[in-house]
């Protein structure tokens, strides 16, 4: 699967639109974007995911650039309750799909 | 409609004691994973099971850890004996079959189970 770059931290203020970045410049054809996000003491949640058109659902858009080298998860009005960690995820949408690939993720904190 | 649920939610046992924790899928659902976070590493898989076969358990860390999943329903996955570099947090998660619509790409995880070895 390819690998993922995400920066480490960033901030949001309430209300706001939140523009979350990441590279995956080895990304195949096959290979699918996801977002989850991981709320303090929480399990991983699901956000979005996308093969090459922006898609958008109640929670967020996905656009995903036209070599598909890079995405940007939009939350587009903050709130308290989006500070979490995201993570932006490759990968194949094969039969071992499920072995999702965590890793370090962006904290995002959204601030009052 | 209930969600994944996991059990303990926390669990505090000695170096080489016995835990085995336990997860419910939503029910319905044929796949069922685990996944760990142990202390300051990333969210790791463990293994995959779809109904009661282990579809991919390339994740599982060594033979101290066992999963099973007796006719398909829930899941439980046993640490004997336990050490130290177990602590962590273990998320259980589950997903619908998939059919011939494909994957929908959501996994839905539970709380997790926080496993403290002392």
């Known amino acids: 699967d390819a690998k993922t770059t995400q920066p480490t931290s960033m901030d949001c203020a309430e209300g706001r639109a939140a523009n979350l970045p990441c590279n995956h410049s080895?990304?195949?054809?096959?290979?699918?974007v996801y977002w989850y996000r991981q709320i303090h003491s929480q399990g991983p949640q699901y956000i979005i995911h996308g093969l090459k058109n922006n898609e958008t659902n109640e929670m967020a858009s996905l656009i995903i650039t036209e070599d598909r080298k890079s995405s940007t998860l939009i939350l587009p009005h903050a709130t308290l309750r989006d500070t979490a960690v995201y993570y932006c995820i490759v990968r194949a949408n094969t039969d071992s799909w499920g072995k999702l690939q965590f890793g370090a993720g962006t904290q995002v904190v959204v601030t009052p | 409609e209930a969600g994944v649920t996991q059990f303990p939610s926390h669990s505090v046992i000695e170096k080489g004691q016995t835990v085995t924790l336990r997860c419910d899928p939503i029910s319905g659902h044929d796949n069922l994973y685990w996944y760990r976070r142990v202390m300051g590493k990333e969210i790791k898989f463990l293994l995959h099971f779809v109904k009661e076969s282990k579809q991919d358990e390339s994740g599982m860390p060594n033979n101290r850890f066992l999963a099973e999943r007796t006719g398909g329903t829930y899941s439980t996955l046993k640490v004997q004996p336990a050490e130290l570099e177990d602590s962590g947090v273990y998320f259980c998660?589950?997903?619908?079959?998939?059919?011939?619509?494909?994957?929908?790409?959501?996994?839905?995880f539970g709380e997790g189970s926080r496993l403290t070895v002392l």
């Open positions: 998660a589950s997903s619908q079959d998939w059919g011939d619509r494909g994957f929908s790409g959501e996994l839905f």
């Open positions: 080895t990304i195949s054809g096959n290979e699918y």
